[in-house]
């Protein structure tokens, strides 16, 4: 059979293939996440859909675990079987440049040029799937956790920015540890605003020693100020950042800033409530607005 001509400046079928795999990967950040989505509008165009294509990945990831999946009526066993498929085929498509799934295909383009490989991967999955089997996590427990689900997120994010780089080693193990550091603070954030659905929907307790339903004012301002040291940590790296991802990341930084004071200013009794904290959209736009004046300032003479 001979071959089909295809039209001068058609693109190949991998890279029709590829580009509508973006397209899919896209919208998932700007439908799951007003905070990163509006923090990613801030990033360089031609970084931006790396970011959202990681994004993407994790959030299918999470809705596997106990979102849509769990709605649906999965117990966890298949739960788990649907988890180690879809990491077996990210691992395939890492290695191959290819996958049938349009998310684990957009992610494997962003992976092969970032440097992204099984070394970050792995503990992602391994920590998402911990969550399938709830129990009381220990401190070494919780700390290989914290890594898997989100220090590893953010120094995927970093090995994007860093493409077109190449820092020496301190400039990379000063970033790597502010990528790490955010990512756990943003993490830890998540726990407290989700105490109420991980403890009684899901049996899970982020707190190793703690009872979420008798926690205390001390015990809550121990967490926040833990939380803080994470963001102070950050924060004193991100002006090393590259340009193109120095302000959506001082944007991401604000808005988990915010949630963490409101935290802090939220009573101890209070943090069972079904109600989540949030940050207005009214303010996350300033904050927006401001990460993007910065940006702007940055780039004038």
Not at 94 to 104: A, E, H, M, P, Q
Request: charged share 25%; aromatic share 6%.
């Amino acid at each position: 059979m001979s071959p089909r001509l295809r039209p001068s400046g058609t693109p190949s079928d991998l890279a029709l293939y590829s580009r509508v795999a973006q397209r899919s990967s896209a919208p998932i950040i700007r439908n799951y996440s007003t905070s990163f989505g509006m923090a990613a509008r801030l990033l360089d165009r031609r970084i931006r859909p790396d970011i959202e294509n990681i994004y993407g990945l994790v959030r299918v990831a999470d809705e596997i675990v106990d979102g849509a999946a769990h709605e649906a009526g999965l117990d966890p066993s298949a739960q788990r079987e649907l988890l180690d498929a879809f990491e077996n085929e990210t691992v395939r498509a890492l290695r191959d440049g290819f996958s049938t799934n349009l998310v684990v295909h957009a992610f494997a383009l962003t992976a092969r040029t970032a440097g992204i490989s099984p070394d970050l991967t792995a503990p992602f999955f391994a920590s998402m799937r911990r969550d399938l089997s709830p129990a009381d996590l220990t401190e070494d427990e919780l700390r290989d956790y914290i890594y898997g689900s989100a220090e590893v997120v953010g120094l995927m994010c970093l090995r994007v920015f860093l493409k077109e780089e190449a820092p020496d080693l301190a400039r990379r193990q000063r970033l790597e540890f502010g990528a790490s550091r955010l990512g756990a603070a943003f993490q830890k954030i998540n726990f407290l605003r989700d105490l109420p659905a991980d403890w009684n929907q899901l049996g899970r307790n982020y707190l190793p020693g703690m009872n979420a339903t008798t926690i205390t004012e001390r015990e809550k301002r121990a967490l926040v100020a833990d939380i803080d040291a994470d963001l102070k940590a950050a924060a004193a790296v991100i002006p090393e950042l590259p340009r193109g991802s120095r302000a959506a990341v001082t944007a991401a930084h604000s808005l988990f800033s915010e949630l963490s004071e409101r935290l802090r200013m939220t009573p101890a009794r209070d943090l069972m409530r079904p109600s989540r904290t949030r940050v207005p959209n009214a303010l996350k736009l300033r904050i927006l607005v401001r990460a993007a004046a910065s940006r702007a300032l940055c780039r004038t003479p």
